[in-house]
């Protein structure tokens, strides 16, 4: 089945009011799973949604409030998100940290106690949009083995850069790890196999089994390259915005359990350093010089051809993710007009 992204929309923030979500919070939350949807991070769109659904219901995600500055500079802030949806409190810690950019070159915001913000790249986008750049790291609950080591440590722990340009989309939205573990939560959903060379069982043994996988590592990307970044965002978004780390990370994935993770926003103004028209320009060069090598896709153009071809041809709704829906809209005596 095959839905618009209109229609998406309407089915998100239709159970979020049900359930007493404010209309702007359920608006962002539907606004950050669609263009999920769209650039193709299905892992991350409507398939997680039900995840949210419960947070809700069993009180570990709060409908009511707003964000706290615990503690703040004119470049830097301390958000507490008050355990919000997540993709409310990071569209408002991105906000912080664009207006700081603005007035003074960069705008550092660190957040805690808030919760799954979908994918990264939706709020480095928010700086491309003002002409800035945007940095987004987080650590999630442990999924990956230290190198050598057979137990999950630490998280998937994902980086988004995104980069101002005249005419092409920069950016880059990635897990630190081989594969996201919202892949491999999907990949359970739909009864399919993971690639190989992507996760461990319990014992240590290479698997494609997704349940497998679930309850054993998933790999970091690059073998020790990967390792080492998921290592320092670990840090830099655990104890440096007053959230947790490793082993006592939780909530990213069971929503019974209290988010602890964090994330560190980074807005950066190019045109506090050079002139921002001489910038992008530049960065249009660079990417026509790459491209004329060859056959050659920049970060970005995946998501950019998926977004085509999904508003095109309307975002997929495995039969599983549809029967889940389902059950939404009878629990709640709505009308989505679900079919197939």
């Not at 703040?72 to 409190?89: I, K, P, Q």
């Not at 950016?171 to 190989?196: C, F, H, I, Q, Y």
């Amino acid at each position: 089945m095959r839905i618009t992204s209109e229609d998406e929309k309407n089915i998100i923030t239709s159970i979020l009011k049900a359930l007493n979500v404010p209309e702007e919070h359920a608006n962002i939350v539907a606004d950050v799973t669609v263009n999920a949807d769209l650039k193709g991070f299905s892992s991350h769109g409507i398939g997680r949604f039900p995840q949210y659904v419960k947070g809700i219901e069993h009180g570990t995600i709060k409908t009511e409030g707003n964000i706290e500055i615990e503690k703040e500079t004119v470049s830097t802030a301390l958000v507490d998100g008050n355990h919000l949806l997540g993709h409310f409190v990071t569209y408002k810690g991105m906000k912080i940290a664009i207006q700081k950019a603005k007035k003074t070159g960069i705008g550092l915001v660190g957040i805690h106690d808030s919760n799954h913000f979908g994918i990264a790249g939706y709020y480095s986008d928010m700086a491309i949009k003002e002409d800035m750049i945007g940095i987004v790291i987080a650590n999630t609950e442990p999924a990956v083995a230290p190198l050598g080591g057979k137990e999950p440590i630490l998280g998937t722990n994902p980086i988004a850069i995104g980069i101002p340009s005249n005419k092409y989309y920069v950016s880059v939205d990635m897990a630190t790890s081989a594969s996201a573990r919202g892949k491999l939560l999907e990949a359970a959903r739909k009864g399919e196999n993971l690639p190989e060379g992507i996760a461990l069982d319990s014992n240590g043994s290479p698997t494609t089994d997704p349940e497998k996988a679930l309850k054993g590592s998933i790999l970091p990307f690059g073998g020790h390259k990967g390792y080492a970044l998921s290592f320092m965002i670990e840090i830099l978004a655990g104890p440096l915005v007053k959230a947790a780390i490793g082993k006592e990370v939780k909530g990213t994935v069971n929503p019974y359990d209290k988010c602890t993770k964090g994330d560190l926003l980074i807005a950066i103004d190019p045109s506090k350093f050079v002139n921002i028209k001489d910038f992008k320009e530049k960065v249009d060069k660079f990417v026509e010089e790459v491209k004329s090598t060859g056959k050659v896709l920049i970060p970005g153009d995946i998501e950019k051809m998926n977004m085509k071809k999904n508003l095109e041809e309307g975002i997929y709704i495995d039969q599983e993710l549809l029967k889940q829906l389902k059950k939404l809209e009878e629990k709640l005596n709505l009308d989505l007009k679900l079919e197939g």
